[in-house]
């Protein structure tokens, strides 16, 4: 599933299917205009913890860290409540292991810091929010690799997460090639139908025309 892959065709091929719940939220958004990804979900769970010791959460991070592999996107599930406050899960450190590791970008339900490195080294990120504080002494991560949930919708390790500036999709592992190879025709047919309305035609001719074809 590359990266160019418009989110919304990946929904539309999803509603299909009865998925109609497979876009996260859409307050996670990149500060990079252009920014996409595309890959198997590397999930990890975390839960607020306020004033817990770095000497505890730091070797977890090193240790999650490391376990990311290349071309995976990192989906960090962070759900605020309770005593949480906001934290940045990623900053320019994190983010230069990740790039190194060949990762494909992140999005976290949480926050993100240092977006500036993030853009400069071409590491897309999609957040809840930005902000300078550390999650390491407000946080602590639970597990990695396992399913996990956003906004309602549940991501396992190895679903197809796209994302673009249209927002992010988790397109279920077990779905993924019915859906790509659906994806291809519907980006051709409204093609076809933008083509047709900016000729002149209403949105419903164009639509019979080439449903007729």
Known sequence: MSGNTPT???TDSLDGRGRLNQALPGQLR???PDAQIAGP???VQAKPSIGVDPSATLPRIFELLDAI???SVLVWAAPAGGDSVPAAHLGALS???LKNQ????AVLEGGCRD???AAQAGFPIWSGTITPQSD???WEIVDWNVPVEIGGVTVNPGDHVVADAAGIVVVPADLKDGVLEEVEGLQGLIANVLADVEGGDTLGVAFQKNISA
């Open 136 to 138: 390491v002494c407000r």
């Open 8 to 10: 919304w065709a990946l």
């Open 95 to 97: 983010i230069a292991q």
């Open 30 to 32: 990149s500060a990079q």
């Open 69 to 71: 592999p290349a071309g």
């Open 41 to 43: 979900a590397f999930t």
């Open 102 to 105: 060949k990762c494909a970008g």
């Open 115 to 117: 977006l500036d490195y």
